[in-house]
């Protein structure tokens, strides 16, 4: 059979280990996703694929001339190659980048989830949205810091109130800013981490121009926030801090997706009394957020965000995770749109 016609010069997907077997045979990746082992080899051809890894700038034809690898048999490898998405097309130019040291940190691994491999156009895709952050404890701040730092273009900030000693020692921030603003606190150690992400500070409330909101509280969300977001259309995904565990979402899609207020009248649905006790812990003050959990809660809130804005479906999306101590391991807990709420009727 003739090999198929390919646009040249194509190039191993960043990333990706090509590793020597015994009996010549060569394994690509290692992920049980896309990992697979190339059989019935010789000895130049397993050679020639290992030289791929090593080269990644050479073209693929260049490097099989070298080992004496025959036309035929070089265009039949490609094609096995091609088909297992091992050999892809060379970058085509993207937009601006601002994720740390400008994608080199994050491409390679964003790209093993394109069929092109182009992990740099996921980051300027990234550099085009705007994500709100209203709550920068120690949760917010270092959610605020890894959005930045995944190439989030703007942030935007809101939280008022003075750091305190408990806000150190994650995220970022440091001694010497205890007391200022935390949205201004943040946003200086965002112009020197991440220089080239915009930061603007006290517009969560703004309006429809924001891609999602992060909303970081305690004890039990607060509903007028969600119904201003919900009103505008924004995505939302509130992160609730309560005594020793933490509530990742629902990522609230506007009228395609269970809300915050479906959840809490399930709840009241569970607990009669439910609204009177939120309505006390709303009032309460606000604990301090323990290191782990911090961490894990920043990171699954990070994660999530970036799925939504990648394009790929978010698990949080009709559920929440719930990180409890001591494991910190999140576990899936669905959120079912309620028949009371009505949020799921809003137009789209
Ligand atoms: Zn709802």
Redesign the pocket.
């Known amino acids: 059979m003739a090999p198929r016609r390919r646009p040249a010069p194509l190039r191993l997907r960043p990333g990706t280990p090509v590793l020597a077997r015994e009996g010549d045979e060569v394994q690509c990746g290692t992920d049980p996703r896309w990992a697979f082992v190339l059989t019935g080899l010789d000895r130049a051809e397993a050679a020639w694929l290992r030289e791929l890894a090593e080269r990644r700038h050479v073209p693929v034809e260049q490097v099989a001339a070298r080992y004496g690898v025959g036309v035929e048999r070089r265009d039949a490898i490609v094609d096995v190659l091609v088909r297992a998405g091992v050999l892809v097309p060379p970058p085509a130019p993207v937009g601006t980048v601002v994720a740390t040291a400008d994608g080199a940190a994050d491409a390679a691994a964003l790209g093993m989830l394109r069929p092109d491999g182009a992990g740099l156009a996921t980051l300027a895709a990234r550099a085009r949205r705007t994500v709100g952050v209203a709550g920068l404890g120690r949760v917010g701040a270092s959610i605020a810091t890894q959005l930045a730092a995944a190439g989030v273009g703007t942030l935007v900030l809101h939280d008022p109130l003075p750091v305190q000693t408990t806000d150190l020692g994650l995220g970022g921030l440091r001694p010497a800013d205890v007391g200022l603003p935390r949205h201004e606190a943040v946003r200086a150690l965002l112009a020197e981490c991440a220089p080239h992400v915009t930061v603007e500070v006290d517009g969560v409330g703004r309006g429809d121009d924001l891609d999602v909101v992060v909303v970081a509280e305690s004890h039990a969300p607060q509903p007028a926030r969600y119904r201003r977001l919900m009103g505008a259309g924004v995505a939302h995904l509130p992160v609730v801090w309560r005594e020793a565990d933490v509530l990742v979402g629902p990522l609230v899609r506007p009228g395609r997706s269970?809300?915050?207020?479906?959840l809490e009248?399930g709840r009241a649905d569970e607990d009669r009394q439910w609204l009177v006790l939120a309505s006390q812990l709303r009032e309460a003050p606000e604990p301090p957020q323990e290191t782990t959990l911090a961490a894990v809660a920043a990171a699954l809130a990070v994660g999530q965000v970036l799925a939504l804005l990648d394009g790929l479906r978010p698990a949080t999306v009709g559920a929440y995770l719930e990180v409890a101590l001591p494991s910190g391991l999140p576990r899936l807990v669905p959120v079912a749109?309620?028949a009371r709420?009505?949020?799921?009727a809003l137009p789209d």
Do not use: E, I, N
Request: hydrophobic share 35%; net charge neutral; aromatic share 0%.
């Open positions: 269970a809300c915050v207020s479906c009248l749109p309620h709420c009505g949020c799921l």
